[in-house]
Structure formats: C-alpha cells, structure tokens
Nanobody, 122 residues
Framework: QVQLVESGGGLVQAGGSLRLSCAASGRTISSYAMGWFRQAPGKEREFVAA????????DYADSVKGRFTISRDNAKNTVYLQMNSLKSDDTAVYYC???????????????WGQGTQVTVSS
C-alpha cells in the first residue's frame, strides 16, 4: 500500500507558474511509475504526465508538452509537476497516482491521492 498526498495547488493568473508536489508514504515510490492526471468540472479525468520508476523516461499529454515538467526524487519519496505558462484551460483538480509501469490510462494506476485544486484566472 502507498498513500499519496498532493500539495501546491492554488490560484494563479494566466501565464504564471505553479509547482505541485506529491508526497508518498507507506512504501517507497521507487517501486512505481508515477503519473499526474487532472479533472475539470463536468469532464473526465485526463492524463497529464507520467514518469518511469527511475525517472529516465517521461511522457506528456500534447496539451501540456513544453509547458509542464514531471520529475521525481525517490530519496524524498516525492513526485513533482512544474507547471509554467498556465492557461485557463489548465484549471482542474490535479491528482497524482502510482502504477506498475508508465501509462496514460487511468485504470492502470493502483493508488491515487486526494487531489489539489489548480485555478488559472484569465
């Protein structure tokens, strides 16, 4: 079992930046690929980014490529999502999740955090 807690969300103006963190407990995250998803009101939860167990491989949704960066610090048992050039369309609840392998499909992920709200004002 692994417990995930996101933090770092908030209100930011369009064009601004935020850094989300996902702190894990219970097991070391080095055993898992990690992902970030987001869900806007009335929409399905969608893939944002994923990173392999070692951090050597990353994957991004087209909508965030070039603006968002996923990283991990296995020694701190923490995963990050650096979000730059934020747009109003990025407004959503952001979730981190753990999986056995890097994946874009939410059902591949076994463990989820409770989410953190990101609101981008235009």
């Amino acid at each position: 079992q692994v417990q995930l807690v996101e933090s770092g969300g908030g209100l930011v103006q369009a064009g601004g930046s935020l850094r989300l963190s996902c702190a894990a407990s219970g097991r070391t995250i080095s055993s898992y690929a990690m992902g970030w998803f987001r869900q806007a009101p009335g929409k399905e939860r969608e893939f944002v980014a994923a990173i392999s167990r070692s951090g050597g491989s990353t994957d991004y949704a087209d909508s965030v490529k070039g603006r968002f960066t996923i990283s991990r610090d296995n020694a701190k048992n923490t995963v990050y999502l650096q979000m730059n050039s934020l747009k109003s369309d990025d407004t959503a609840v952001y979730y981190c999740a753990a999986a056995g392998w890097t994946a874009r499909i939410r059902y591949e992920y076994d463990y989820w955090g409770q989410g953190t709200q990101v609101t981008v004002s235009s």
